[in-house]
Structures are given as structure tokens and as C-alpha cells.
């Protein structure tokens, strides 16, 4: 990363931590390596992670995703403390990817996880936080796509099929692969109306009227729902002013595999990919031995920079404040430690063309400091000597 884009990619870290830090959650840093079993354990990777050995034998990975760490954390380290916790975090993620997809293997998560907390309240804070967030980066388009994975699941179960079927069926809903899905619907075998009612779902979408739509699908086939949150949560969003931003989508299925519940991707245009997501995780900290509802999302960084790129933002490489050169280097010194006090941001220079300097580095200001300590001022704001 050169400067300008270090600079704005470091300003969208500072906003969005700090509008993480206004609803209460606190930074917490997880270790880059970890050992793999350990992160299997939390409940399916969703991902390839990259792996490697160390001097003892074991097989480690880099960190594909901070929610399993952060998971194994609260079980382990905070197992005496009742919480609830709020977590934020920004750190870089690592993930396998075939080499002609042309994919980043490493990319910087910003996130959040909420444990301890359960209920229609709790989903809110997530989407209410989400969309949040996403304004702090500076996108102007965006929208946070939400449904629940126990629809799915129940679909699935009452579609009484082999153990390979589900798998399929998941494998094509996180993939959104829609002829996968018709295909695998029209299957022989599929208890009635099961086989239609999977092959509607991931058409299902709009505001609390998909909801209500899709309810009244499953209830037809006498499919537990449990739909009936979800439209809380809803209400709730309406309420809370947020819903311009949000959809409800049933074809969004995270390719975790630990997501009990609400489930969250966030898109905008011009993009392929999404910006990140999250959902409910609620028997995951149950692989390490302790039990708590917990819920989160994540979004990368480079993405979201793509998307305000394609909405019209830029990168601009922001130049110190003021330039301060001289014949004695000890006047200099002291000059630009006393501007800085001030708060501004200012380079020493050598050069007897301070000018110069100052102009061919778009520095609007530039002074000569001399051995009493008297500053002049070269160039002012206007660029005019």
C-alpha cells in the first residue's frame, strides 16, 4: 500500500472503530496462528484455510476468520466471567484460494461479536450496527441482506433425504447456485411439497411482506418456521429507522456452517463479491466447553474500498501541513517541534530550494527558520511566495 491508499484505508479503520466503540464494544486482538484441529472444533471453517507444520509436528493455520478465535477465547480465558461481552476488532484474515480466481489470500476483517446476549433486541444491535458501520466507511449505496437459516435447516429435515442430499442442498445455497437448487428440488423421494417449497425459498425477497410470505409457505407444508422472531426483528429495524438499507433474502446462506439463526451479507453495487457478513452463533462456544448465545459480523476492508471506488471516491495522498528548512539545522528543529505542539504536521528539510520543495509535494505551507528562532513564512496557503 503506498501512502494515499495506507492513509485512507487507516482513516476507514479510525471511523469505523470508533462508531464500533460508541455502542459500547471493546477491541480485542486474536493470534494469527492457530492450531487447526482447535478451529475445526469450533463448528466447519466455511473456508480453506492456509496451513502449515511447526517444529512439534502440528498443523497450524492462519486465521481464515476472528469469530472461532474469539469463540475459543471467551470459553477459555474469560470462563469465570458472567459477561455479556461486546467485542471489536480489526486484523488481517487468511484464506486458501485456487490461483486463477484471482482472490486476495489475506484481507482485513473490521468486526464485531456480541456474546451473552440472545433475543429480537440482540439481532437488532447487530443489523442496526452493521448498517452503521457501513455509512462511518463513506458508502453512499449499500444494502444488508437478512433472513434465517432455520428455515432452511427445517426444510431440509422435513425433506426426510440421504445425509448427501442435505449436503448438496447447502453446498448449492451458499454457493446461490439456483439450478443446483431447482435441480436437487425435483429429486424423487422428497416428502410432498418439501422439494417445491426449497426451490421458492431463495426467491423469496423484499421487506417484512417476504417474511410473511414465506411463513405462510412453510406453514402450508406444516414446516416449523420459527419466523415469527424474524418479523420482530423486522418491526424493530422499521423503528429504529434502518430498513431503507435492508432486504430480507432467503437465498443468503453464509458457507459457515455455524450459524444458528439470523443470517447477514451485506452488498453494494458494482461489486461481485459482498462486503462481508455475520449472523448467530449460538452452540458454537459449546465446542469449547462453554455455553452462551453469541452473534457478529465482519466486512473487508478491500472490499469496501472497491466499492467506494466504484462509487465515485479517490484516493488522495494527503501532504504534511507545512515544510521548515534553514542554514542552522538546530533552529530547524526546534521550529517544527513548536508548530507541531500546534497540531500540525511538518517536515524538516535540507534543501536550499524550500519552494521548490514545498510545491513539487503539494506542501501548502513553507518556512525558514533562522538562528534566533525567527520563522518566515516562504509560502503560504494560496501556493504564492
Known amino acids: 500500500m503506498l501512502p494515499g491508499e495506507a492513509l485512507w ?28 484441529d482447535v478451529l475445526q472444533a469450533g463448528g466447519g471453517l466455511g473456508q480453506t484455510p492456509l496451513s502449515l507444520f511447526d517444529s512439534d509436528g ?3 493455520a492462519l486465521r481464515p476468520d476472528v469469530t472461532l478465535p474469539i469463540a475459543r477465547m471467551v470459553a477459555s480465558r474469560l470462563s469465570d466471567e458472567e459477561g455479556p461481552f461486546r467485542f471489536r476488532y480489526v486484523e488481517p484474515v487468511f484464506r486458501e484460494e485456487e490461483s486463477l480466481r484471482a482472490q486476495a489470500r489475506e484481507f482485513t476483517q473490521l468486526g464485531i461479536e456480541s456474546i ?28 444488508v441482506a437478512i433472513c434465517t437459516v432455520g428455515v432452511l435447516r427445517a426444510l431440509i429435515e422435513g425433506a426426510n433425504m440421504d445425509k448427501d442430499w442435505n449436503e448438496a442442498v447447502l453446498s448449492a445455497f451458499h454457493s446461490s447456485n439456483l439450478v443446483e437448487i ?7 423421494g422428497i416428502t410432498s411439497g418439501f422439494g417445491s417449497a426449497l426451490a421458492r ?53 453464509s458457507s459457515f ?16 463479491v459482498s462486503l462481508g457478513g455475520g449472523g448467530r452463533y449460538d452452540r458454537m462456544l459449546e465446542a469449547y466447553g462453554r455455553t452462551a448465545s453469541a452473534a457478529g459480523f465482519a466486512f473487508g476492508l478491500e472490499r469496501v474500498m472497491a466499492a ?26 526546534i521550529a517544527a517541534a513548536n508548530m507541531r505542539k500546534n497540531g500540525l504536521r511538518v517536515c524538516i528539510s535540507a534543501t536550499s530550494d524550500l519552494v521548490g520543495e514545498a510545491r513539487r509535494r503539494g506542501i501548502g505551507y513553507a518556512y525558514e527558520a533562522d538562528p534566533s528562532g525567527a520563522v518566515t513564512e516562504l509560502i503560504g496557503e494560496e501556493g504564492r511566495s
Open 257 to 272: 456452517d455455524y450459524y444458528t439463526g439470523l443470517v447477514i451479507e451485506a452488498y453494494a453495487p458494482g461489486l461481485g
Open 58 to 60: 502440528r498443523l497450524l
Open 201 to 253: 425459498l431463495p426467491r423469496i425477497r423484499g421487506g417484512r411482506q417476504a417474511i410473511v410470505e414465506c411463513k405462510e409457505m412453510v406453514e402450508s407444508i406444516g414446516c416449523p418456521d420459527g419466523l415469527d422472531s424474524l418479523i420482530k426483528t423486522w418491526d424493530l429495524l422499521e423503528a429504529v429507522g434502518v430498513t431503507d438499507s435492508v432486504v430480507v433474502d432467503f437465498s443468503v446462506m
Open 182 to 188: 431447482d435441480h436437487l428440488s425435483a429429486r424423487e
Open 116 to 143: 451473552g446476549l440472545s433475543g429480537v433486541y440482540a439481532d437488532v444491535e447487530v443489523i442496526a450496527l452493521f448498517v452503521e458501520a457501513l455509512r462511518a466507511t463513506g458508502l453512499k449505496e449499500f444494502t
Open 9 to 36: 484505508r487507516e482513516s476507514i479503520k479510525e471511523r469505523v472503530q470508533d462508531c464500533f466503540a460508541s455502542w459500547g464494544y471493546m477491541p480485542i486482538e486474536t493470534p494469527t496462528l492457530e492450531v487447526l
Open 308 to 333: 467506494l471506488a466504484e462509487q465515485g471516491s479517490k484516493v488522495r495522498a494527503i501532504a504534511p501541513d507545512a515544510l521548515v528548512g534553514g542554514p542552522d539545522m538546530r533552529a530547524v528543529f
